[in-house]
């Protein structure tokens, strides 16, 4: 029996190391930078060993290379070159890199941690019942062989026996606890990998079934020579994850009068950022009532103690939705309003124009996919996106004022006592291009580029951006996401 409980107590201080490992010596932060450092490396040697379209005229020196590689992974779409440079196998590369760095996938990862973090502690928890019973019954068998302690051990009968009942009540709540959230964590991992598979695969059919019978956008892709099925997964993947990317030059502009491909990607955008959350419990709402099962039940009533980041209360929940809803509402209003009859929209018909104006304000929290050139738009526009891209997908007008919610704003201040980062870097990636006409001195050399204006600066200027594109997609871990607002 000695030997058992050595052996217990051996597992038990081994896998209590390990768990320790995991939760206090490797943080969550440097894990995910690790995470798309290696991404975006694997990203660039990828992208170095197919080659581009435009060979031999053409080769993108491997600086813009490795910027195109980590903005894809950062899903920050800032642009150093021509999206047409690269080739079939290129845009491949690039729509895994942007399909891995999406904030929907890489929740799911956490989601796998979360669970073998759990595991792990639900193992511990079980060797410590194993290794106190063990102890429990070499106590025993000691005292019953003590002739001196048998009176000792009878008056003390029946306090032990109270003391192990409260002990094993306990212990059993604490395994049935951490079993439930297990299994909930489990059948929550399947909703989001589901989720993310969904809404990729019936996107991405959408709009390979649009552009195979609209000649004028199937048009587009033959004199671009763009493979339809790799336009439409890349285009998919790039909207849902909030990328931005388009594989053709122009963005989306070259499709500004397509506005049935535009009210297919619409719904992507809202899907995989700010309407992420909603639309998440929902699922989970449908399969509860369909399913009857107690796990979803688990997940819908605790939310917090899931520990899930885009799972929030009911109220939470519908006071984001509403937020997201009227942030879009104003900035459509505005947009209609200040640039109905500019540059920006001439030649479009009516019908063109509000949903070529919707498509544009959804895109900007935080996807930045463009039908418009921005540099045409009035400075007010300007501005109002700017205030969009600022604030976080989760931003809500309607604080909500709870005890679980005072509790978890008291913990997050404790932790992060002391940050005062500002969000400056919203990954959104819009640009006003780079054009010659606006130079202040004229260069008679210039050449006008369809990518942003980043592919005119130096290679310090370019490495400074790589660096600002890797803490931008980490900024959750410097700021308070999501904070109600409190409107007096």
Not at 116 to 127: C, D, I, P, R, Y
Not at 136 to 154: E, F, Q, T, V
Not at 326 to 341: D, R
Not at 444 to 472: Q, R, T
Request: with cysteine; aromatic share 12%.
């Amino acid at each position: 029996m000695k030997m058992k409980l050595f052996s217990s107590s051996y597992r038990q201080g081994f896998f209590f190391s390990i768990f320790h490992i995991l939760n206090l010596g490797v943080k969550p932060f440097w894990i995910e930078v690790s995470y798309f450092m290696i991404l975006s490396l694997l990203g660039l040697l990828a992208l170095t060993i197919s080659k581009p379209r435009t060979l031999p005229s053409f080769r993108p020196q491997n600086l813009d290379v490795f910027f195109t590689s980590v903005s894809a992974a950062t899903v920050s779409s800032m642009s150093t070159v021509e999206m047409e440079v690269f080739s079939n196998a290129q845009l491949v590369f690039i729509t895994m890199l942007m399909f891995l760095g999406g904030e929907a996938f890489t929740s799911f990862l956490r989601l796998q941690l979360m669970k073998s973090k759990l595991s792990m502690e639900k193992t511990v928890l079980q060797n410590k019942i194993e290794s106190s019973n063990s102890i429990i019954s070499i106590d025993s068998h000691d005292s019953s062989n003590s002739p001196r302690n048998s009176i000792h051990h009878l008056e003390l009968g029946h306090e032990q026996e109270d003391s192990n009942l409260e002990h094993a009540i306990i212990n059993s709540m604490e395994d049935s606890e951490a079993i439930v959230k297990l299994k909930s964590l489990r059948f929550l991992s399947y909703v989001v990998f589901g989720y993310i598979l969904g809404v990729v695969v019936l996107g991405s059919s959408l709009v390979s079934i649009y552009v195979s019978f609209i000649p004028s956008a199937k048009q587009v892709l033959k004199e671009k020579g763009l493979n339809l099925h790799t336009f439409s997964l890349f285009t998919t993947v790039s909207t849902f994850a909030n990328c931005g990317f388009v594989p053709t030059n122009e963005n989306m502009m070259v499709f500004r009068k397509n506005s049935g491909l535009l009210l297919i990607l619409i719904p992507q955008v809202l899907l995989g950022n700010t309407l992420y959350a909603p639309c998440l419990r929902l699922t989970i709402w449908f399969l509860w009532k369909i399913t009857k099962r107690g796990e979803f039940e688990y997940i819908m009533k605790n939310s917090k103690r899931v520990g899930y980041s885009h799972i929030f209360p009911n109220l939470e929940t519908m006071a984001l939705a509403t937020t997201v809803l009227g942030f879009i509402s104003i900035q459509f209003v505005v947009f209609c309003s200040l640039e109905w009859n500019s540059e920006a929209t001439a030649g479009l018909s009516s019908y063109e124009k509000l949903v070529g104006s919707l498509f544009e304000v959804v895109n900007t929290r935080h996807t930045g996919e463009s039908v418009f050139d921005l540099s045409t738009l009035t400075p007010a526009i300007l501005v109002l996106f700017a205030v969009m891209m600022y604030l976080s997908p989760y931003t809500s007008f309607l604080p909500i004022d709870s005890n679980e919610e005072r509790l978890e704003t008291t913990e997050r201040m404790n932790r992060r006592k002391g940050s005062s980062l500002v969000d400056a870097y919203g990954t959104v990636g819009m640009s006003m291009g780079y054009s010659c006409a606006r130079q202040l001195k004229p260069d008679v050399h210039c050449k006008d580029a369809a990518y942003g204006f980043a592919g005119k600066w130096s290679n310090m200027g370019k490495f400074i951006l790589i660096i600002v594109m890797f803490f931008g997609r980490l900024k959750q871990y410097c700021k308070r996401g999501g904070k109600g607002w409190k409107v007096l």
